[in-house]
């Protein structure tokens, strides 16, 4: 599965415990991350491979994972260093839990769970331009369990003709729904689509009127997206205002997802739970309808559902997503 090989959020930096072990999943691999004594992050297959037991139910012991069943220890790299039953025995090299490769970006643990072949390319990190961006204050949002394909999650943030009715009165209203002609363009990562407008009533959590607000989206990885809202008259005064918004998914289970978003905004005084309350209100209003989406595989094959023109967007993303192989939450 090329999924394998791409980097993949799986939890929140500060949800990882200093001295306990936290229990992931990442495409239906049960994961177990752990900080050593460093406190650098760990992910490693939640199995012990004595006999089976999951080590999330261990403990963290002088920066080694303990198993719950018999006490054996690994040290960061997997290898086991310990087996209390025999105080004496030095483990050979190939005692070892199973060890996947780990980062952080984005206030998030990112790990892929296979490295690409040697004559094949790297897979990118999914980038996110605010990141460096110091005019633009970061937080993050979630995560939220959600009983959707991560595809399908994707697709809902690309879309703007659902504004005016799962979010009317927020970022759309029923009467204003027309979308106008936007472009999409194919990118190594998936596609860009650029101005793309919508009239919103409360666009933003500052917004004092309505406001013709354009975005640009962009696709960042199979499971990753980004939103750009440019520049809108009357919101406040910050010069260079935009407003960018990072989605990240753990595909989970096909069907079952865990997702964060991570907000770049140019406000630095609303206080943390103000500026999530609005991301918050704005994606438990999609979350009923995209847990409803039937099949909840997204259809690779164009035939299977309906498009117009305002959908440009969610083919490219179905096309990008058939070119680049996935077939993990796809049908
Ligand atoms: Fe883990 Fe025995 S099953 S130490
Ligand atoms: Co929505």
Redo the contacts with the bound molecule.
């Keep these: 599965m090329i999924e394998q090989q791409h980097w993949h959020p799986v939890a929140g930096v500060d949800d990882v415990p200093a001295a306990a072990p936290l229990a992931a999943q990442l495409l239906e691999q049960p994961l177990v991350l752990w900080r050593d004594a460093d406190g650098a992050i760990h992910a490693f297959a939640d199995r012990?491979?004595?006999?089976?037991?999951r080590?999330s139910l261990?403990r963290v012991e002088g920066g080694r994972l303990e198993?719950?069943?018999?006490?054996?220890q690994f040290e960061g790299g997997g290898r086991c260093m310990h087996?209390p039953a025999l105080p004496q025995f030095q483990p050979p090299a190939g005692h070892r839990a199973g060890a996947f490769e780990v980062r952080q970006a984005h206030g998030l643990v990112w790990v892929r769970l296979a490295a690409p072949a040697a004559d094949a390319a790297e897979l990118p990190q999914p980038a996110f331009a605010a990141e460096d961006d110091a005019r633009l204050r970061k937080l993050n949002c979630g995560p939220y369990d959600v009983a959707a394909s991560a595809p399908r999650i994707i697709e809902n943030f690309l879309d703007m003709s659902h504004f005016g009715f799962v979010h009317e009165g927020w970022l759309g209203a029923r009467s204003a729904a027309a979308i106008d002609a936007y472009e999409v363009e194919p990118t190594p990562t998936g596609l860009r689509a650029t101005g793309c407008k919508a009239w919103q009533p409360q666009s933003n959590l500052h917004s004092t009127a309505a406001a013709q607000v354009e975005y640009t989206y962009e696709v960042t990885g199979p499971y990753t997206a980004v939103l750009t809202k440019l520049p809108e008259a009357g919101t406040t005064a910050v010069e260079g205002w935009r407003e960018s918004i990072a989605l990240y998914i753990c595909p989970l289970t096909p069907e079952t997802s865990r997702v964060w978003f991570r907000l770049a905004v140019a406000d630095f005084d609303s206080p943390d739970e103000k500026l999530r309350a609005f991301q918050h209100t704005i994606f438990t209003q999609d979350q009923p309808v995209l847990e409803s989406q039937m099949p909840k595989r997204l259809p690779l094959d164009l035939r299977a559902e309906l498009h117009t023109a305002a959908d440009k967007a969610s083919s490219a993303y179905r096309r990008h997503l058939k070119t680049s192989g996935i077939t993990f939450g796809v049908c």
């Design positions: 012990c491979p004595h006999r089976g037991a080590l261990g198993c719950p069943y018999h006490g054996w087996v």
